[in-house]
């Protein structure tokens, strides 16, 4: 690891911390909470360049941001003809500059983000630098397909349409990484993953793409939501070869998840143990844990009293060693600035400090069974 090698907090320390022993914000003008503190825009904008911390893909040796730009969220606008809402794209190139500015090189985007138009924002965006400075990473979506009811050849068909028009929107004729999106979509289990992309042997094709080298890496999101369908990826390693996973994590999810059947602490675990690089989304919970209760907070800020309550959950969620790329759905460039702040380079969570935010975090569990 690049950048903070000296200062890593051992995995083994870690659990023995936290006891495992035996084992976007969306639409927020600024991270201020109440008591944590507004961004400081002109710290922000002093982020030295060429201060990102980096981490090194295992298969290939590449250097991804420790900090990905999570294409979902950027700013929308009116469309002209008064007909809906549109990408601004003025802001896209502005936030994307930015991020490219001071290091940010990888981007997850999706064929269904921002009403179908976040490739499209995105391809603009990055297809004025040279394509290997970046790393662009989207999704085969095809259970928005499935769920609307087409099923067979149709969907197979609709899903090779949706990969090439992804190539289209994105201006490039490969991808760094390339997800099974969604594998454990609302529930539906193992059925209907299967249907998706192994039934109709939709998985084939994407593994020839592979090996033919418009795709570079293979891999899947997951929610934690069905061990089936988990346990079931993990049984196609040996054929497929994972090349990657990406896992809703974050220090609430990491051990007090809701509504799952594997936590991020659970999912972690197995994944580093089959050696599979581990990208992180929703770091945030959804924002939760941007906007905490006062006193919740305040334990945070007394610890660190320059630094935002988000950035201790972006913290956390880079502490760990086999985490390649951390997302982020930077709406606004207050966001974009803070988390650039958090990471450049990252200040590797101590011991006391995983403890503390493990005592939130059990505070937030106990408060929410009694609400």
């Not at 730009?69 to 502005?94: H, I, L």
């Not at 502490?319 to 460039?333: A, R």
Request: proline share 3%.
């Amino acid at each position: 690891m690049e950048n903070d090698k000296n200062k890593r907090l051992s995995r083994r320390m870690f659990l023995k911390t936290l006891g495992f022993g035996g084992v976007t914000l969306m639409g927020m003008p600024s991270f201020a909470n109440g008591i944590g503190r507004v961004i400081d825009n002109e710290k922000a904008v002093k982020v030295p360049r060429g201060s990102m911390t980096y981490r090194t893909f295992n298969k290939t040796g590449e250097r991804f941001s420790l900090l990905g730009y999570g294409c979902m969220r950027f700013p929308m606008v009116a469309a002209d003809d008064g007909n809906g809402m549109v990408v601004d794209q003025n802001k896209v190139y502005e936030l994307i500059d930015h991020a490219i500015k001071h290091g940010v090189n990888y981007f997850d985007t999706s064929p269904v983000y921002l009403q179908r138009q976040s490739e499209t924002a995105v391809g603009k965006a990055l297809s004025r630098y040279p394509r290997n400075s970046y790393k662009l990473a989207t999704k085969m979506s095809n259970h928005h397909l499935l769920k609307s009811g087409i099923t067979g050849d149709d969907l197979y068909n609709a899903s090779l349409e949706m990969y090439r028009h992804s190539h289209e929107a994105l201006k490039t004729d490969y991808f760094d990484n390339y997800l099974i999106h969604n594998v454990d979509y609302e529930h539906r289990g193992l059925e209907f993953l299967k249907a998706r992309v192994f039934d109709n042997h939709l998985i084939d094709f994407i593994l020839n793409e592979r090996k033919e080298g418009r795709i570079r890496n293979i891999g899947f999101s997951f929610h934690g939501e069905s061990r089936e369908v988990f346990d079931f990826l993990m049984s196609r390693h040996a054929d497929i070869h994972w090349d990657f996973a990406q896992i809703k994590m974050n220090y609430f999810d990491f051990r007090h998840a809701k509504d799952v059947e594997m936590t991020a602490e659970e999912l972690y675990k197995e994944l580093t143990g089959r050696n599979i690089p581990v990208i992180i989304m929703e770091p945030l919970l959804g924002g939760k844990l941007a906007t905490l209760p006062n006193d919740l907070a305040t334990r945070l800020t007394q610890k660190r009293p320059n630094d935002s309550v988000s950035s201790w959950a972006f913290r956390f969620a880079g502490s760990f060693d086999n985490v390649l790329t951390v997302l982020s759905g930077m709406t606004y460039m207050e966001h974009l600035q803070d988390n650039l702040y958090t990471y450049s380079p990252l200040e590797i969570c101590s011991d006391d400090e995983f403890a503390l935010l493990e005592n939130v975090a059990e505070s937030m569990a106990n408060t929410s069974e009694h609400d």
